[in-house]
């Protein structure tokens, strides 16, 4: 079998961290072999007008939040009343219902430059907690859900045996969530193999709230033991802080110090309220840092000590783990636009960081060799319309903080179009995808 060799040239491309002019990428089947800039374009090269920038990274993602886009904002409550709406759709769910909605949330992505997506993904038992006759049926729905919008997607496979930090048990609608021993997620997770085209498998800790100390070093050594990436959420909200230090003495951050979940394979997702020990611990373990700042706000979560992240050594990524937004340029700039709000100054991370934290930040947390548009890298990317009204008159090296999903033209993953002209290849009608998905789910 011959090895495709594709070629495309752009009058803009983001190359080593700058927008570089006449640039045109050569790959030979899913990897990029040469990346050129100055040159003019050959005969047979794709021809992109725009910008064109690497695969853009959605770090977090649970993709059946989906369906509360636009229910769940009229009344008041918190992060804890909002997660009753979500209990409620996750209660709905099974394996066609659950692809059906990450078909259409991935094909949002899609559209909006995302390559790849890292889903941590825990509603993987039946309603009441029983096993699926295949127990990775929903984790499977999803894999393929991805492959059909043309996302790659890392299956972060969610460790949730309990409750609370007080050790009760899972609740009626929790039930679903849970393997009932790290063991036995260990054994489910460990049959999924290594992933296959397009899919790796990871792991995840719910939450210190979610799973005890022993558990969470289990797997914490199973991760690093296969290896693969692993992700937490970690501090989303001054409960999570108060339960844990009453009952254990420690922060989120420190328990999770302690039983070895921390280190630079290790993604920490929204990291919001730190003490300045907490910040540190991150930062000199390696502890990568997914920040989600459209839903941070969106549940009144907080802003996380962004800045104070990076500069003890974490790497950001971004995610938009509720889907309250799908648009990695919004939560970059949220970055920046958040702790100018909150120090009353600007330039804390200038449009090179945001955008890496959008691309190889995020490949990197996720596992994949990509993020970058450099030979041996995936090739994964995606091009921006400097000519749209949002772009018109921007200088292309600050494009971060003007583009919008809607600004992204075309989308190629593993060097195959996933998006041609602001059209999805395969879901032909993504807006109607999404309506019917919601459709079927007990939504507010
Ligand atoms: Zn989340």
Same mark, same amino acid.
């Given at each position: ?13 983001? =190359? ?6 006449? =640039? ?32 853009? =990274? %959605?770090?977090?993602?649970? $993709? ?69 006759? *295949? ?107 108060? *339960? ?13 110090? *302690?039983? %070895? ?9 929204? $990291? ?7 910040? %540190? ?6 502890? $990568? ?48 636009? *958040? ?70 033209? %075309? ?15 395969? =879901? ?17």
């Amino acid at each position: 079998v011959l090895t495709p060799i594709r070629s495309w040239h752009a009058e803009l491309g983001w =190359v080593a961290g700058a927008p570089a002019a006449d =640039v045109r990428l050569t790959a030979e089947g899913e990897r990029l072999v040469r990346v050129e800039t100055g040159v003019p374009r050959a005969e047979g090269d794709t021809r992109f007008r725009g910008l064109l920038l690497p695969g853009l =990274v %959605d770090a977090h993602s649970h $993709a059946f939040h989906r369906a509360l886009r636009g229910r769940t904002h009229a009344g008041g409550g918190d992060f804890w009343t909002w997660r009753e709406a979500m209990y409620a759709v996750a209660d709905a769910l099974d394996p066609d219902r659950l692809r059906a909605v990450a078909v259409a949330a991935y094909a949002e992505m899609a559209l909006a430059g995302v390559t790849a997506v890292g889903e941590f993904h825990y509603v993987h038992h039946r309603p009441g907690g029983r096993p699926y006759a *295949d127990p990775n049926a929903m984790g499977l729905a999803l894999v393929d859900a991805a492959a059909e919008a043309g996302v790659r997607i890392t299956l972060l496979d969610t460790c949730y045996l309990r409750g609370g930090v007080d050790g009760r048990p899972l609740d009626a609608r929790q039930r679903r969530f849970g393997d009932g021993s790290a063991g036995a997620w260990a054994e489910r997770v460990a049959a999924l193999g290594d992933g296959g085209t397009g899919w790796r498998p990871g792991a995840a800790v719910h939450s210190v709230r979610a799973v005890e100390p022993a558990a969470m070093a289990e797997v914490a050594a199973f991760a690093a033991a296969h290896p693969m990436p692993l992700h937490l959420h970690l501090s989303e909200q001054p409960a999570e802080n108060e *339960d844990c230090l009453a009952a254990t003495g420690r922060t989120p951050a420190a328990l999770a110090a *302690d039983c %070895d979940v921390l280190g630079p394979s290790t993604t920490a997702v929204h $990291a919001t309220h730190l003490t300045a020990a907490d910040v %540190d611990l991150l930062g000199a373990t390696g502890t $990568a840092v997914c920040l989600c700042p459209t839903t941070e706000r969106d549940l009144a979560d907080g802003i996380g000590p962004a800045a104070d992240l990076v500069a003890a050594g974490s790497p950001l990524c971004l995610g938009s783990d509720s889907h309250a937004v799908v648009d990695l340029f919004e939560e970059a700039r949220a970055v920046e636009l *958040d702790e100018r709000l909150r120090t009353g100054r600007r330039g804390h991370h200038d449009p090179a960081a945001l955008l890496a934290a959008a691309t190889a930040s995020g490949a990197a947390s996720l596992g994949w060799d990509a993020g970058e548009l450099a030979p041996g890298r995936l090739a994964d990317f995606c091009v921006v319309d400097l000519s749209s009204p949002r772009l018109a008159g921007a200088d292309p090296a600050q494009v971060v903080f003007a583009a919008t999903a809607a600004d992204v033209t %075309d989308v190629v993953q593993g060097g195959e179009p996933v998006v041609r002209d602001r059209q999805h290849v395969r =879901v032909a009608d993504v807006g109607a995808a999404i309506r019917a998905a919601v459709a079927a789910l007990p939504v507010p």
